[in-house]
């Protein structure tokens, strides 16, 4: 599916969870919009699953809230 381009919710939903475990200092903030980006742009199994199979308000969403979960993955493993 793809996204309407004119509504950006999801990636805004996507950011803000990223950022709400991000360290709170430029590197952590970068790191946190470069780790979303990634995952959103790559979309690394089960993103691609869900992107490809899930349709609706709902499809549009889940992609970038599983980018999210990974990127929160990585960011916690980076700053342990």
């Known amino acids: 599916m793809h996204d ?3 509504i950006v919710w999801d990636e805004v939903v996507g950011m803000l969870l990223v950022l709400a475990f991000a360290p709170a200092a430029w590197a952590g903030w970068l790191l946190a919009f470069a780790l979303f980006r990634l995952f959103d742009i790559v979309k690394p ?5 869900f992107d490809q199979r899930v349709g609706g308000g709902f ?7 599983i980018a999210a979960l ?7 493993l980076i700053w342990r």
């Open 4 to 6: 309407y381009g004119g």
């Open 59 to 65: 499809g549009v969403m889940i992609d970038d809230v």
């Open 70 to 76: 990974f990127a929160i993955a990585v960011q916690a």
């Open 45 to 49: 199994w089960p993103i691609r699953w």
